[in-house]
Nanobody, 120 residues
Framework: QVQLVESGGGLVQAGGSLRLSCAASGSIFSIDAMGWYRQSPGKERELVAAIIVGGSTNYGDSVKGRFTISRDNAKNTVFLQMNSLKPEDTAVYYC??????????????WGQGTQVTVSS
């Protein structure tokens, strides 16, 4: 079984910073892409940032220049450094990973989500 476990969410004032982590564990041969999505009440889940194994990154327009995604391939972990946080960044943040197992087909896995709340 594959599991994604997120950590690092919490409450922060506007202008502050938070760092999210997501560690993948289980029967993992390799991980292609890893990323972060977020969802706030009444809104659809949206891409925040993604990174592929070669290091190329992609960011949602609303976070460009403020958030940085990185990964530690040896530890199957992805990070999201969030700076200059705004109240509109408040959401549940979900980790996502495209995982190739030792046996079977690849699959996109989701973490359980971590709440980020930015107060004004």
């Amino acid at each position: 079984q594959v599991q994604l476990v997120e950590s690092g969410g919490g409450l922060v004032q506007a202008g502050g910073s938070l760092r999210l982590s997501c560690a993948a564990s289980g029967s993992i041969f390799s991980i292609d892409a890893m990323g972060w999505y977020r969802q706030s009440p009444g809104k659809e889940r949206e891409l925040v940032a993604a990174i592929i194994v070669g290091g190329s990154t992609n960011y949602g327009d609303s976070v460009k220049g403020r958030f940085t995604i990185s990964r530690d391939n040896a530890k199957n972990t992805v990070f999201l450094q969030m700076n200059s946080l705004k109240p509109e960044d408040t959401a549940v943040y979900y980790c996502n990973a495209h995982i190739i197992p030792f046996s079977g087909t690849s699959y996109y896995y989701w973490g359980q989500g971590t709440q980020v709340t930015v107060s004004s």
